[in-house]
């Protein structure tokens, strides 16, 4: 095996058509997340984006997509707005350990590689394993609406019809080009999630996500798409589409209109529009929200871990997660127990 490490745009046309090849496996390697089209466009925000490309026997096998982390580690490239990472290779063995220490990495770490992925899974964190939700819509929105059932569907329908009473008649721009929507859109989310406003405090991430949206491909574009109450936007969001569906990415909405459920009201909207331009799937992610669960008629497993080079730190850090997983459960039960003393 021989592994060399480039940055994303260092890769050719010959090596960007095998990526390509090698993601069309299956569907949900077809992520756009996994795409080199997204690696280059981390990569022009971010110096740190590398791909270990993967050789046994003079052919390319498989390439790795990472940021160089600090002392040698190696993270999920985009990390923390990758929402699927892992291998992007031909489906032949590939001695993971080997590769990451090859490519001059300590370790790497992995928040959300399908499960699907057999070269990864001897290096899953226990009890790290959880849904990706998917709105499967290859038989067309209506069939979709029907396998949920009204229960599923009919208090959103009933609040949009309740925002358009109060506000005006509600629609869906799918695709704006007004960028101005964007920095809505992270306006809304980082009142009110400390998370999005730590991330957004970092001036690579809008630049990720613009270029995405500038300079979408075939492989990921990124897409903005806001719903209007009248003239009143009152949710945004920005996905992305590559060549087997869309994934979910940012969602916000207004939060004076709240009561109306506006991110399950536009995920619907979306699913919708999706569907009437031929796209099959919507992943909505590994997030466990509530209204994933919730919206979702398929499903897929995913798993957090890392690949240490040397056992015996992989052995030590088990033992740690072990310890720490095991506090927490002790500190959790004794404040139970306070509780009804």
């Known amino acids: 095996m021989h592994v060399t490490v480039v940055r ?43 791909v270990a490309v993967v050789e046994d026997g003079g052919h390319i096998e498989a390439f790795l997509p990472f940021e160089l982390g600090p002392r040698r580690v190696g993270m999920p490239i985009g990390y923390p707005m990758n929402d699927l990472q892992g291998l992007v290779g031909s489906g032949s063995p590939v001695d993971a350990r080997r590769v990451i220490r090859k490519a001059g990495l300590r ?51 009933r609040k949009r019809r309740a925002l358009a009473k109060r506000h005006g008649p509600v629609s869906l721009i799918w695709n704006t080009a007004d960028l101005g929507h964007l920095s809505q859109m992270v306006s809304w989310k980082s009142a009110k999630y ?25 492989d990921c574009g990124g897409v903005v798409s806001v719903m209007l109450a009248g003239e009143r936007p009152f949710a945004i969001s920005c996905n992305l589409t590559g060549p087997c569906g869309a994934v979910g990415w940012f969602t916000a909405y207004d939060p004076d209109l709240g009561t109306f459920s506006p991110g399950t009201v536009m995920t619907l909207a979306i699913a919708e529009e999706a569907a009437n331009q031929g796209i099959d799937r919507f992943d909505l992610g590994p997030g466990q ?27 030590a850090r088990r033992a740690y997660r072990r310890i720490r997983s095991q506090l927490r459960l002790f500190s959790q039960s004794r404040v139970t127990f306070l509780q009804y003393r």
């Not at 992925?117 to 609406?145: E, K, M, N, T």
């Not at 509530?290 to 052995?315: D, I």
Request: charged share 20%; aromatic share 10%; net charge positive.
């Open 107 to 157: 370790g790497w770490r992995f928040t959300a590689a399908p499960a699907e992925q057999a070269v990864l899974a001897p290096y899953h964190y226990d009890g790290a394993a959880v849904a990706a939700s998917v709105i499967d819509l290859s038989r067309g929105f209506r069939a979709y609406c029907e396998h949920v059932g009204r229960s599923v569907t009919r208090e959103p329908a």
């Open 8 to 50: 994303p745009g260092d890769l050719g046309p010959g090596e960007a058509t095998l990526w390509a090849k090698f993601q069309h496996q299956t569907p949900i390697m077809a992520s756009p997340f996994l795409s080199l089209a997204f690696a280059r466009a981390v990569a022009e925000a971010r110096p740190k984006a590398r």
């Open 289 to 315: 929200d509530a209204y994933k669960f919730r919206l979702a008629n398929h499903s897929y497993p995913v798993a957090g871990g890392a690949v240490w080079v040397s056992r015996a730190e992989a052995a």
């Open 194 to 218: 400390e998370g999005t406003r730590k991330l957004f405090a970092d001036p690579t991430a809008m630049r990720i996500v613009a270029s995405l949206v500038l300079a979408a491909s075939d």
